[in-house]
């Protein structure tokens, strides 16, 4: 995977709340491997020396240009593996932080349902409906006559 499918790739985890744990794990592992790449490479090491491009003055002034712009690259080279350990750092920590808010909303909503249950249990079980159906039952009885009927109650 290269740079620019990388930053693809992290768009498409920035789009949306659904992330594929595969997508991170990729992304994370195309870092480890960049940085492991670049931090491993000998670049810093291969050194052509000034005298290679002859003795005349051009050839020593190409020479020492030369060995500048190779410390230029090497020290670019090795800020680029320092970009890419924290940006995969930072990735490692959101995805945390992800991780962390999908276990506080998921404990929010567990809180939420239970105390809905707990009023969905109280109405279904309300003092006031049991006292009720108990004292009609008690007082008006099964066979209840109404007051017109000359009845007893």
Known sequence: MVIPDLVGSIRNLLGELNIDQAVID???????????????????????????????????????????AHQVVSDTLQGVVMDLERFRDGVRNAEKLVQTADTTSAADLHRKRRATDLILDATLHSEGDLRNHESRNEHLGNGATSLGSGGTP
């Open 26 to 68: 990729d992304v994370l592992n195309t870092l480890h491997t960049s940085s492991s790449d670049l931090d491993s490479s000998r670049f810093p090491d291969l050194h052509v020396p000034e005298s290679s491009f002859g003795g005349s003055e051009k050839g020593v002034e190409l020479g020492y240009h030369h060995l500048k």
